[in-house]
Nanobody, 129 residues
């Protein structure tokens, strides 16, 4: 059974930066795609960024150019570096893992929440104006 544990959330002023990390257990990390989603109060959970097995990265339009997703297969971690944060980025951030998947993915696959079989508990990010 895969367990995902996020860390790194917190409170930051607008324009600041935060780095989130997600540590995974299990033996299939390198064979899976990993993504970050977020959910703000009163809103549906939405795709933020994803990374496929090849290291290809994909971003929602709202974070493109400000956020960077990366993975370390040896450490079984996926990270999200968030720069130029805005109050609209405030949300609970979740990391998610697909089952064993193709080497190359696309944003249509990665943004589909039904593709994921494991989710973290979430970490709160609050950006003050």
């Amino acid at each position: 059974q895969v367990e995902l544990v996020e860390s790194g959330g917190g409170l930051v002023q607008a324009g600041g930066s935060l780095s989130l990390s997600c540590a995974a257990s299990g033996r299939t990390f390198s064979e899976a795609a990993m993504s970050w989603f977020r959910q703000a109060p009163g809103k549906e959970r939405e795709f933020v960024a994803g990374i496929d097995r090849s290291g290809g990265t994909f971003y929602s339009d709202s974070v493109k150019g400000r956020f960077t997703i990366s993975r370390d297969n040896a450490k079984k971690t996926v990270s999200l570096q968030m720069n130029s944060l805005k109050p609209d980025d405030s949300a609970v951030y979740y990391c998610a893992k697909t089952p064993r998947t193709a080497y190359f993915a696309n944003i249509y696959y990665l943004s589909d929440q039904k593709k994921y079989v494991a989710w973290g508990q979430g970490t709160q990010v609050t950006v003050s104006s």
